[in-house]
């Protein structure tokens, strides 16, 4: 079983539109966990962190429900440069400070 | 601030040669990191250097890949011999000193890009 499950997509919605990308994690040691964004041939650049209480930056929230082991990013008022994979973070907890990736979520903002 | 940078950008080499890949980490980073991304598959660890020592080396795929880190500087990854499966995009990554219950955010690089023909 994976480390880090994701939808991969992809999704395409319109400008304006709220998009929720989902993602699922197996190890219930770990302690961190983040959003990061990555853009065609480049490097995986952190959107945020999630913390247990939720957390929000501007068009960008971000859950985690440590019971089912789940993290969420939704993003509000979609815009064209939002078009990007968005990769889901989670750290090995008890074994050390690797990351564990999932394989990204491709989205797609239409005009 | 500088990034992390990593050199080359791209490589493109015959199967049995060897490749050296370099990350220089963000300077006062003690933590080094190196990922690789095998085309179609998520990214993935390979090992964690804390200052000079290898902290983890849990994700190297074998012993054809070598990590230094000399100094506590920047790093090397080598392949020798290179293997048609080796190919993908090395990521190095570097972070802050990580304090025990904590993670710091990790800082990546823009990659090597690896052919092996």
């Known amino acids: 079983r994976k480390e880090v499950e994701q939808d991969p997509g992809p999704f395409n919605v319109p400008e304006g539109a709220t998009v929720a990308f989902n993602c699922t994690y197996s190890n219930s040691a770990s302690q961190s966990f983040f959003w990061y964004r990555q853009d065609c041939r480049k490097e995986p650049k952190l959107l945020m962190s999630?913390?247990?209480s939720g957390n929000e930056d501007g068009r960008f929230t971000a859950q985690l429900n440590r019971a089912s082991q789940y993290i969420s990013l939704l993003i509000r008022d979609s815009k064209l440069s939002d078009s990007a994979t968005y990769l889901c973070v989670v750290n090995s907890g008890d074994t050390g400070n690797q990351f564990y990736f999932g394989t990204g979520t491709s989205l797609t903002v239409i005009p | 601030e500088a990034g992390v940078t990593q050199f080359p950008s791209h490589s493109v080499i015959e199967k049995g040669q060897t490749v050296t890949l370099r990350c220089d980490p963000i300077?006062?980073?003690?933590?080094l990191y190196w990922y690789r991304r095998v085309m179609g598959k998520e990214i993935k660890f390979l090992l964690h250097?804390?200052?000079?020592?290898?902290?983890?080396e849990s994700g190297m795929p074998n012993n054809r890949f070598l990590a230094e880190r000399t100094g506590g500087t920047y790093s090397t990854l080598k392949v020798q011999p290179a293997e048609l499966e080796d190919s993908g995009v090395y990521f190095c990554a570097s972070s802050q000193e990580v304090k025990t219950g904590s993670t710091d955010t990790q800082y990546f690089g823009p990659g090597t890009r690896l052919t092996v023909l």
């Open positions: 999630v913390y247990s």
């Open positions: 250097f804390v200052k000079e020592s290898k902290q983890d």
């Open positions: 300077s006062g980073h003690d933590n």
